[in-house]
Nanobody
């Protein structure tokens, strides 16, 4: 069974930085992309960033130029470097793997940006 575990969340002040990690374990076949989503209270879950096996990246407009997604294929891990954080970034962040046969979600990690 494939399992994903997120880490790196926490409480930071506006303008601060955090680096989220997602480690995947188990048997993974036909990996297509690795993604970060987030969900804030009272809002719908939204795509934050994605990266394909070829290295192509995509970002939501609200985080473009502030966040950077990267991967380590040998470790089946994906990372999200978050800079210049603002209160609107407060949410639970989830990693997700897309494969040709299905998708897998992590349990999420809380990010709170507050003074």
């Amino acid at each position: 069974q494939v399992q994903l575990v997120e880490s790196g969340g926490g409480l930071v002040q506006p303008g601060g930085s955090l680096r989220l990690s997602c480690a995947a374990s188990g048997r993974i076949f036909s990996l297509w992309s690795m993604n970060w989503y987030r969900q804030a209270p009272g809002k719908e879950r939204e795509l934050v960033a994605s990266i394909t096996t070829s290295g192509s990246t995509n970002y939501g407009d609200s985080v473009k130029d502030r966040f950077t997604i990267s991967r380590d294929a040998s470790k089946n891990a994906v990372y999200l470097q978050m800079n210049s954080l603002i209160p609107d970034d407060t949410a639970i962040y989830y990693c997700k793997l897309w494969t040709t046969s299905g998708s897998y979600w992590g349990q999420g990690t809380q990010v709170t940006v507050s003074s």
